[in-house]
């Protein structure tokens, strides 16, 4: 059973461009989750999605940033015109639907972000 | 919302029991709480998660008093290896509030 994917691991994007991370959830999970994490710093939650669903996107810079988890696919993250501050490593975790499970999250690897 | 407050940091040497204690006085009735180990340039990787009492598995314990208000984690015998950041969770089924604290970071000396 495949773990978290998420792709690509490493970015590089020029000032003004756009940034698109996608995280593939373990197989039968329909929660996903993003978190930023900046160098030295703790992981900072961004969004939680279900499949079509924004559930909870409070964790979101109010621009520039979107996130959806369509019905077929992964989830995609997007930046739009980044800048020199959004670069850091970007983790997407999911977990299963079922009741019972506690709080369980299972975390990707992570995709790191750098914009020169 | 439940919050978490962790140390910041601990040292240890190895072979020695460490025990990382967070606290958690808000939790609800339906929180879990779950620990997880982050290494440099590493996702985050579940440790154990237990609702109340003792928890044990291969790799830790987890002591949850009867309150809930605070759980230990106790990793026996550390080794270099176990050199990381430890966070501490707290959250239910379809929680929407995953938001992790800044976590403790563990260095353990030879």
């Known amino acids: 059973n495949a773990g978290v994917m998420q792709n690509p691991r490493h970015l590089v994007r020029r000032r003004g461009q756009e940034a698109r991370l996608r995280c593939s959830p373990m197989?039968?999970?329909?929660?996903v989750y993003w978190y930023r994490q900046l160098p030295e710093e703790g992981l900072k939650f961004m969004v939680y999605?279900?499949?079509?669903?924004?559930?909870?996107e409070s964790g979101m810079p109010k621009e520039r940033f979107s996130a959806e988890f369509p019905k077929e696919g992964p989830s995609i993250l997007r930046i739009q015109q980044v800048v020199r501050g959004d670069s850091a490593a970007y983790f997407c975790?999911?977990?299963?639907?079922?009741?019972?499970?506690?709080?369980?999250?299972?975390f990707g690897e992570g995709s790191w972000l750098t914009v020169v | 919302l439940a919050k978490t407050t962790q140390p910041i940091s601990m040292d240890s040497y190895e072979g020695q029991e460490v025990n990382i204690t967070c606290s958690h006085n808000n939790i609800a009735t339906n929180d879990y709480i779950t620990w997880y180990q982050q290494f440099p340039s590493q996702g985050p990787r579940f440790i154990i998660q237990?609702?109340?009492t003792k928890v044990t598995n291969e790799v830790a314990s987890l002591f949850i008093p009867a309150d809930r208000k605070s759980s230990t984690l106790s990793l026996p015998r550390v080794s270099l290896s176990d050199t990381a950041v430890y966070y501490c969770l707290v959250g239910s089924y379809n929680n929407n509030d995953m938001r992790f604290g800044a976590g403790t970071r563990l260095t353990v000396k030879p």
């Open positions: 237990g609702y109340k």
């Open positions: 999605l279900q499949k079509e669903n924004i559930i909870d």
């Open positions: 197989k039968g999970h329909s929660h």
């Open positions: 975790a999911s977990s299963p639907p079922s009741r019972g499970s506690g709080n369980t999250i299972y």
